[in-house]
T-cell receptor, first 112, second 113 residues
């Protein structure tokens, strides 16, 4: 079982819709959870992070964490074509020195 | 701008040659990470520095790979006797003192022919 699993997609939504991206992780001791956006040929760009169970909102983005289910998600409201990218879920385990474990990423396409 | 720069941005080399990449964080970045990313995959951890000390290395970092961070400032990643399987994007990430989030540089894309 991989440390971090994501549906690779592709996920396709119309402009203005809500895009829902999901991620599960295997280590119950994981402490911190991050979402990165990566445009083709570019490096990952941090969108947001979450540490506590529940929801965290930042503009059009909402991260949701459920530690009991070992599940973290990212919702993108009012999706725009510029949101088309690969979204990477990353997890920091409690026992490590800060290294991140990444999923394979979910490719999102927002069509006008 | 994350404050993390990497050079070169692209490198094409022939199999068997040595290559060296450089990462320059800002002075507030005391923790520095190297990752490797191949097409269709997420970044994979290679190694970690806190200031000048290399504290963790992945088993992905074979004996052909070496990384340094002299004086706790810039870092270099060298690959000796490159193989075609080394073709990837090499990413450097850094964390500021007291922070938790890793910010990535633009990466170095390596192609081994």
């Amino acid at each position: 079982q991989k440390e971090v699993e994501q549906n690779s997609g592709p996920l396709s939504v119309p402009e203005g819709a809500i895009a829902s991206l999901n991620c599960t992780y295997s280590d119950r001791g994981s402490q911190s959870f991050f979402w990165y956006r990566q445009y083709s040929g570019k490096s990952p760009e941090l969108i947001m992070f979450i540490y506590s169970n529940g929801d965290k909102e930042d503009g059009r983005f909402t991260a949701q964490l459920n530690k009991a289910s070992q599940y973290v998600s990212l919702l993108i409201r009012d999706s725009q074509p510029s949101d088309s990218a690969t979204y990477l879920c990353a997890v920091k385990r409690g026992s490590t020195l800060g290294r991140l474990y990444f999923g394979r990423g979910t490719q999102l396409t927002v069509w006008p | 701008d994350t404050g993390v720069s990497q050079n070169p941005r692209h490198k094409i080399t022939k199999r068997g040659q040595n290559v060296t990449f450089r990462c320059d964080p800002i002075s507030e970045h005391n923790r520095l990470y190297w990752y490797r990313q191949t097409l269709g995959q997420g970044p994979e951890f290679l190694t970690y520095f806190q200031n000048e000390a290399q504290l963790e290395k992945s088993r992905l970092l074979s004996d052909r790979f070496s990384a340094e961070r002299p004086k706790g400032s810039f870092s270099t990643l060298e690959i000796q006797r490159t193989e075609q399987g080394d073709s990837a994007m090499y990413l450097c990430a850094a964390i500021v003192v007291g922070g938790e989030t890793q910010y990535f540089g633009p990466g170095t894309r390596l192609l081994v022919l």
